[in-house]
């Protein structure tokens, strides 16, 4: 297997937090499901190799590129042979600089590129089939990023930014008046310009984002028992933090930290 972090560009580091890489033999994986839960990002993948099945309600095999939006909910994914994927991370609050489409709608789907970009992503994918160094790739979806990249009211960008700053400071146990407060914002004018460049209102991503801090919590105090944890991470009690891990990962947090023997934050990493 092979796994890689990529930064991006000056350019686009303010909304891009990083690229990841994975490449992986149809030996290693192919007929194994992985379990996709929500970690905050509104993420766009390329698919290099063999396609990804998502496995829901029905199965769906995965287009080249796609779009991924905010989740509250869980899927599986299964390889079908060699993996060789591309993924760009957006900031919680950045995605809907690059997409003419409102980030809400986006929320727990996952969309093929050309539904979104037409012409431009049928273009990308074409030129992406002729490319065989990885270094080279990233180069031209930096491009094809660049030429999407929309201005917005920095105003509003601004205190977004500066809520998801405060989310991740405190562990996502910060309370949604704090939240509005902060942005100078009512709690309605607040939710509606969140959701507008998160994808979710607050409560629904402070959910998502206290859930990956108990990931990471698990992780750094694997001996403190699950009400000890729950407390930690600003649960009301240990049935709270069941109930949320059932919905978002569809099982129990003793079932998930079974499974994963070093459970794993993509958001706190």
């Not at 431009?120 to 990023?145: C, H, M, P, W, Y």
């Not at 009400?227 to 069941?242: K, V």
Request: net charge negative; with cysteine.
């Amino acid at each position: 297997m092979n796994f890689r972090l990529i930064p991006p560009s000056p350019l686009l580091s303010p909304f891009v937090r990083h690229y990841w890489f994975l490449e992986m033999e149809a030996s290693e994986g192919a007929g194994h499901p992985q379990r996709v839960v929500p970690n905050g990002y509104v993420e766009l993948t390329f698919h290099f190799g063999d396609r990804l099945r998502k496995v829901k309600l029905r199965e769906d095999m995965q287009p080249g590129i796609i779009i991924s939006g905010q989740k509250t909910d869980f899927f599986d994914v299964v390889p079908t042979g060699k993996t060789s994927m591309l993924s760009i991370q957006f900031y919680p609050h950045s995605a809907g600089l690059f997409f003419d489409i409102p980030i809400s709608e986006l929320a727990n789907e996952t969309l093929d590129l050309r539904e979104i970009a037409g012409q431009e992503a049928d273009e990308l994918e074409d030129r992406l089939g002729n490319i065989q160094v990885l270094d080279n790739k990233v180069t031209l979806i930096e491009r094809f990023l660049t030429n999407r990249l929309k201005r917005v009211e920095v105003y509003e960008w601004d205190r977004i930014a500066h809520n998801i700053a405060l989310i991740g400071r405190h562990n996502g146990q910060i309370s949604v008046a704090q939240l509005a407060g902060a942005a100078c914002l009512s709690r309605k004018q607040h939710e509606r310009v969140f959701k507008k460049m998160v994808g979710l209102s607050p409560k629904q991503f402070l959910k998502v984002i206290r859930f990956q801090y108990a990931l990471l919590a698990h992780q750094q105090h694997p001996h403190e028992s699950l009400t000890e944890l729950a407390y930690r991470c600003g649960y009301y009690d240990q049935s709270h933090m069941i109930n949320d891990f059932r919905d978002l990962s569809g099982i129990t947090p003793g079932q998930y930290f079974n499974a994963c023997e070093t459970p794993y934050s993509d958001y706190f990493e």
